[in-house]
């Protein structure tokens, strides 16, 4: 039997970080790309020099040539660059679209049955250009953000209440980002739902702490952004499908009106295997169409971006 093998794309923190984690999983061999050279080769080399002490035999290279990639089973998409100073949100997103626009082509000529994983910021519209720019079917197309954002509102209930993180279960829709729908109903410690646990105010305090969670670690590190929860996220999505878990976790998944929006899926070995429909109330369903408008509102500006770019 031979070992699956993920490609991930970026060398950066969270890629190097998801890598790390995979390798040492022994989940799969591991192909760290980026397009700065020496970068993958010597994280790599570093990861690979590792694998004695831990002890694991999964085989990690660093390259910037996607020919090595070939016949991957999972490609992770983690490249793109940060906001700079004085670069507006759209001048990110578009340069963030073109850089994966242009990994995704160029990796999936290698691997055209690989299940591709988006991490790339704006998440919901990097998602949609992965698919346009893949051809791939909605299965194999997949956004890891909600099980971040899940595994944050996880972290502060278990902070609240003094108890162990394993007996916290956390359920976040929605879009990626400040309009994220945090559902207190369906998050429980033990089975029981945190609204029985705690007051309204506290509920409401680390649901917002849950969708600020991101800009909370950027002003505390200045420079940067998280990447030991989001590596952590994009590991349990890649062993989920390589182990045929089916998991059922929240994804960025293509479906609401022709877009990418977080909802609780089935990840197996063909991808995204199905969606759990749940019940909402009045009030979540509102939050849900308002973070879904925030989505359509950020692919309308893509393709404006995009429009304006070809003219
Ligand atoms: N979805 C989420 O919940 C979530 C969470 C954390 C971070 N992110 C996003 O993940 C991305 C990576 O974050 P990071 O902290 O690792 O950033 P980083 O700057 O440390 O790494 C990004 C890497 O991408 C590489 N890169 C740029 N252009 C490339 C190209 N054309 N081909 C190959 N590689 C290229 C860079 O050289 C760099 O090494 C960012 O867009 C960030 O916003 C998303």
């Given at each position: 039997?031979?070992?699956?093998?993920?490609?991930?794309i970026g060398?950066?923190?969270?890629?190097a970080t998801?890598?790390?984690?995979?390798?040492?999983?022994?989940?799969?061999?591991?192909?760290?790309?980026?397009?700065?050279?020496?970068?993958?080769q010597?994280k790599?080399?570093?990861?690979?020099?590792?694998?004695?002490v831990?002890?694991?035999?999964?085989?990690?290279?660093?390259?910037?040539?996607?020919?090595?990639?070939?016949?991957?089973?999972?490609?992770v998409?983690?490249?793109?660059?940060?906001?700079?100073?004085?670069m507006s949100?759209?001048?990110?997103?578009a340069?963030?679209?073109?850089?994966?626009?242009?990994?995704?082509?160029a990796?999936?000529?290698?691997?055209?049955?690989?299940i591709?994983?988006?991490?790339?910021?704006?998440?919901?519209?990097?998602?949609?250009?992965?698919?346009?720019?893949?051809?791939?079917?909605r299965?194999?197309v997949?956004g890891m953000?909600?099980?971040?954002?899940?595994?944050?509102f996880?972290?502060?209930?278990?902070?609240?209440?003094?108890?162990s993180?394993?007996?916290?279960?956390?359920?976040?829709?929605?879009g990626h980002?400040?309009?994220?729908?945090?559902l207190?109903?369906?998050?429980?410690?033990?089975?029981?739902?945190?609204t029985?646990l705690?007051?309204?105010?506290?509920?409401?305090?680390?649901?917002e702490?849950?969708a600020?969670?991101?800009?909370?670690?950027?002003?505390?590190?200045?420079?940067?952004?998280?990447?030991?929860?989001?590596?952590?996220?994009?590991?349990?999505?890649v062993?989920?499908?390589?182990?045929?878990?089916?998991?059922v976790?929240?994804?960025?998944?293509?479906g609401v009106?022709?877009?990418?929006?977080?909802?609780?899926?089935?990840?197996?070995?063909?991808?995204?295997?199905?969606?759990?429909?749940i019940?909402?109330?009045?009030?979540?369903?509102?939050?849900?169409?308002?973070s879904?408008?925030a989505?359509?509102?950020?692919?309308?500006?893509?393709?404006?971006?995009?429009?304006?770019?070809a003219?």
């Open positions: 039997m031979t070992r699956n093998k993920v490609t991930v060398a950066g923190n969270v890629g998801a890598a790390q984690r995979i390798a040492e999983a022994g989940l799969a061999d591991v192909v760290l790309i980026d397009i700065v050279e020496g970068l993958p010597g790599g080399l570093d990861l690979a020099e590792a694998a004695p831990l002890p694991h035999d999964a085989r990690v290279i660093g390259t910037n040539d996607y020919a090595e990639t070939a016949g991957s089973d999972v490609v998409v983690t490249s793109g660059i940060a906001r700079k100073p004085g949100r759209d001048e990110l997103m340069t963030n679209a073109g850089i994966v626009r242009s990994v995704v082509q990796a999936v000529r290698h691997s055209p049955d690989s591709l994983v988006i991490v790339t910021n704006p998440l919901d519209a990097m998602c949609h250009v992965a698919m346009q720019a893949s051809g791939f079917p299965e194999r997949i953000a909600g099980v971040l954002d899940s595994a944050r996880r972290a502060f209930i278990a902070m609240e209440l003094g108890v993180v394993e007996d916290t279960h956390a359920f976040v829709l929605g980002g400040d309009t994220m729908v945090p207190p109903r369906y998050s429980t410690v033990a089975g029981i739902p945190i029985e705690m007051t309204p105010e506290r509920v409401q305090a680390l649901v702490r849950t600020n969670g991101g800009a909370e670690i950027v002003a505390l590190l200045k420079t940067g952004s998280a990447y030991y929860a989001p590596a952590a996220a994009t590991f349990e999505m062993e989920s499908i390589l182990q045929d878990r089916k998991r976790l929240p994804c960025a998944t293509y009106d022709g877009l990418f929006v977080g909802v609780p899926v089935v990840l197996g070995a063909r991808g995204m295997e199905r969606v759990i429909e019940k909402l109330s009045a009030d979540e369903r509102a939050a849900f169409e308002r879904a408008g989505v359509r509102d950020l692919v309308g500006k893509l393709d404006e971006l995009a429009a304006a770019a003219s």
